[in-house]
């Protein structure tokens, strides 16, 4: 008898040799990003100044549908790399569902998430380029300490801008990044123009992405030989998350099926991306017609209650205008446990794909985020991270409604990174601690608004 | 070209289907445990008030080398196992060595540790025994975990007795515990009779593992169906660990290699048996001659310091006379942070291979392990457990003297855990707060005559 198989690995010579570039294969290329000095559409030289230039002609590659892996970073991803692909037959049995869950195991990388994926190339091209320091932010953590790590494997000193709310629930994640050997500074902090100004105008603000995004903008621009690095949103961090996609659809192969969905969870649009864009393709082509499911929180819902406009990536106005999804780029989000998810606009590609219904979009409230977690936790035994805990709310809903309708589906979703240095969010949970955020129509208005 | 491999992996359907009980291959068995009651040799009933009756059974197994895997554990197995055989290319490089070092990399459980792979079978076994409830000590926490899963995987509830200076230290440990639905209690407690008589006489005793399994003990035997599970010292639990050294066995074939030294930290016993044991039957048959090293804390240092003799396995004597090396029952190590290296004693088989000189012990410093503990982090991308680093710690040593002699050597270490539970103790290594613990011989001595 065939044994039942829970996980379907691959050996570490089916690493993909290149990353996918959806753009290249989209009918409706997104709107160029747009240099706010020249108001021209972006060029890769605008660029140079703050990335290294692999990254910046990455970013702006709208013809090459294939990109080189290198050498020294599908060595690096070696490490932990390819991840399991796993079978939930634990969450199908309590869920009493018809439909076949699988996921995609981002969290056996040594930082804990599909972060480092993008951190290690980042970090590789930096290197190469002659930078000898970059900066970047980081929300709940995940992407500072994938970095942390990365820069220290390619000999790169690093400082992270962690958002002050996430640097004060998560103490942890401060110290691994250390461990590391990164700098790590709460923001808004007074070591920025950025900092200061927001400090200013509001003593007690807690924090949060677009703002931690502009401090380590501005810190890189000041510093020579130093450069910035962002953990998602722009085009060349998708293209590099497309890994776990490409291993996920040889494994899907390998376990004789085809997802008629794919979930992940939806911050600036990294792993959501990483997992479907290279299925998509298959859309796109014709041949097959997945759904795709980006899970938002309720509480920071650019994707299901934003609007598609013009908007700077960070709250100072640093950055390039994006065509975007956004609550605008002053949105202070609620202090949610999901910290990667509290991110005010999605990314070029993804934005352009919802706008025109290739994918779509769900929002999960913080308490149905954590129930869903605790159930994955108890039947699969990964404690999930809050971010993943959405992409997982999303998936017991498809799951129960495939029971409801008594269909058989196949379902695959991300599973971004655990939660094993989130234990304080667990722990609010559990003692009944945590609440939802609901967000008025007013109070989208006046974000939007907000200059 | 060969791609040069990092990971050896193995397929689920590679998970062993067998257990290594190496007490049938030993030419001095160990001398008998003692039923202090009767003073007689232990026999299984003895031990079926506490222990499911497969448990007890196995305990006392001195003629079965191997023990059928039951399909239910083995088909739990499968969430994490086959774990990677890694080598350490970092490693090697950073310390300049012509070693070639190999880690079995138990981190990747989802509870973090190797301690899953016998609270998996002991939670199986209590089920089909009509146990319905079970309780445990844990120390630095990593055991705790572990039943917490297994317990809520086969329908059990579980009280978990925590070493207060844990509990204090690990607060993430103890939302864990309770996140996979166990009960934590911080010990000693008021709940039991030995917790009230040393906080009687030791208000502000901030615990041990010894007087944990006493309270551990004491609520079982008081409670109908409810039986006593413990994480290491034991035979049954050394034997469930023999999982990582039979894996090991065959991917370091794979990998062309076979280890001349095999490395693990030491607490009880159970993760240096269980990567030792499978290879030590190749030593006892006369076929290889590999070194076994335990690495111990300095500040509990029971192989290298501690008296051989009949002693108790936990502080208030409710278990059998165990022979052991032993630094007496009434020890209280110091608040090191390896808290799962914080046990007085010694299992018997591997007193017995001590005493015949079949295995060696080293103790390592706090600080030496921490050392070992951020290098391995910084080339190998895995923050180690504090217990890890003491064998990581071993490792290096043995590295550094084959390059001294220029030797090339096979090193074998068991990465029993991960870090990520354990930040604070990185956090007060990097700041300077941590220091080592020196024990004179006459603490040692007035610790092995206190009744």
Known sequence: MMEK????????????????NVVAEMKHKPQPMINPGTKEPLKPEDLYP????????????????????????????????????????????????????????????PVGSHKLNSALPQA??????????????????????????????????????????????????????????????ASPSMSTKAGRKILTDHPTYQGSLGTAISEAIELAMQTPKCKYALGSVLNHVSLHQTI????????????????????????????????????????????????FIAAEPASCPKLTRGHFQYDFGDETGYTPLIPMYTLGHKFAPANIHAGGLRYHGAGSIVSQLLKDKQIEAVDIDQLDSFEAGILFARTEGIVPAPESNH???????????????????????????????????????????????????EDIKKSLEAE
């Not at 932990?80 to 076949?100: N, W």
């Not at 300490?145 to 709310?165: D, H, N, Q, R, W």
């Open 50 to 109: 703050l990335f290294a230039e692999e990254l910046a002609r990455q970013e702006l590659n709208e013809t090459d549908a294939w990109i080189d892996i290198p050498e020294e970073v599908r060595d690096k991803y070696k490490i932990y790399r390819p991840t399991p692909l796993v079978r939930a037959y634990g969450l199908e049995k309590a869920l009493d569902t018809p439909a076949h869950i699988y996921f995609k195991n981002e969290s056996v990388s």
């Open 244 to 291: 776990i996609g490409l291993e996920a659809e040889k494994q899907m192969e390998l376990a004789g099926e085809y997802p008629d969905i794919i979930i992940a969870c939806f911050g600036g649009g990294s792993n959501f991306s990483g997992i479907s864009f290279p299925f998509l393709r298959h859309n796109l082509s014709g041949e097959k017609s997945t759904r």
């Open 124 to 185: 590789y091209y930096n290197k190469i380029d002659g930078t000898t320091n970059l900066t970047t932010e980081t929300g709940a953590g995940q992407w500072g300490t994938a970095l942390s790590f990365a820069a220290k494997t390619f000999g790169l000193e690093l400082a992270v801008y962690m958002v002050k709310i996430s640097y004060e629930q998560k103490p942890y994640r401060r110290s691994l990044m250390q461990t590391w050997g990164a700098q790590v500074i």
């Open 5 to 20: 198989r829970k996980k379907i690995m691959l050996p570490e010579t089916e690493i993909p040799t290149k990353w996918y």
């Open 391 to 441: 992409a997982i709310a999303a998936t017991i809903r498809e799951a129960l409604k495939a029971k409801e309708e008594g269909t058989k589906k196949t379902i695959l979703f991300n599973l971004s990174g655990h939660g094993l240095i989130d234990m304080s969010a667990y722990d609010q949970y559990l003692a009944g601690d945590l609440i939802n955020y609901s967000l008025s129509d």
